[in-house]
């Protein structure tokens, strides 16, 4: 079983500041990773899938990173609305799928 | 614009059997354009991938639920379902209906969540 960690479980930074968040797989899988954003009360959404290709409808100042056992998705300079959590998914091991434990965007 | 809408029992008793059912509203459940699933979160944790149905019928679990869970399909009301049996506290979480573009996997569509508690 392919196991993800994401770090830091917590960023503090504020409005304006470039974000990057990591998540390690604990075996190769290629570029089979993904990216959601959560906020409060709401469904996660898709932002990034196949490690780097934005979803459609995502800013610019979303992007992703990585293959391999590590990824990294970048905020390059955090707006109001992207204070939330964020999720990394994998999709190597079809038909099963693995979240990853998730990282807080908070406000510093 | 594809939508999905759960609906739920909101209370179930433990060792009794959860029925999550979602309605799907701009595409066919049987085009083969699309894959279904279900996600669930228990209060204040993170996300969990319980299981996939994709065209044809063929449905793929979360090893981690041990058999518990049956996911299928009702054409004629355009919504899948999900029963997950012999539930217990632990399976308190809100249960998202997901959908991808076949052949992408990603669960670009979801449902909003609705809350199932088990208690007695």
């Known amino acids: 079983e392919i196991v993800l960690t994401q770090s830091p479980a917590t960023l503090s930074l504020s409005p304006g500041e470039r974000a990057t968040l990591s998540c390690r797989a604990s075996?190769?899988?290629?570029?089979?990773l993904a990216w959601y954003q959560q906020k409060p009360g709401q469904a996660p959404r898709l932002l990034i899938y196949?490690?780097?290709t934005r979803a459609t409808g995502i800013p610019a100042r979303f992007s992703g990173s990585g293959s391999g056992t590590d990824f990294t998705l970048t905020i390059s300079s955090l707006e109001p609305e992207d204070f939330a959590v964020y999720y990394c998914q994998l999709r190597y091991s079809w038909p099963l799928f693995t979240f990853g434990p998730g990282t807080k965007v908070e406000i510093k | 614009q594809l939508q999905l809408q759960e609906s739920g029992p909101g209370l179930v008793k433990p060792l009794e059997t959860l029925s999550v059912t979602c309605t799907v509203s701009g595409a066919s459940i049987n085009s083969r354009s699309f894959y279904w699933g279900w996600v669930r979160q228990p209060p204040g944790k993170g996300l969990e991938w319980i299981g996939s149905l994709y065209y044809g019928g063929s449905t793929y679990n979360n090893p981690s639920l041990r058999g518990r869970v049956t996911i299928s399909v009702d054409t004629s009301k355009n919504q899948f379902s999900l029963n997950l049996n012999s539930v217990s506290a632990a399976d308190t979480a809100v249960y998202f209906c997901?959908?991808?573009?076949?052949?992408?996997?990603?669960?670009?569509?979801w449902g909003q969540g609705t809350l199932v508690t088990v208690s007695s």
């Open positions: 997901i959908s991808s573009y076949s052949g992408n996997y990603y669960s670009l569509y």
């Open positions: 196949d490690a780097s």
């Open positions: 075996q190769s899988v290629s570029y089979y």
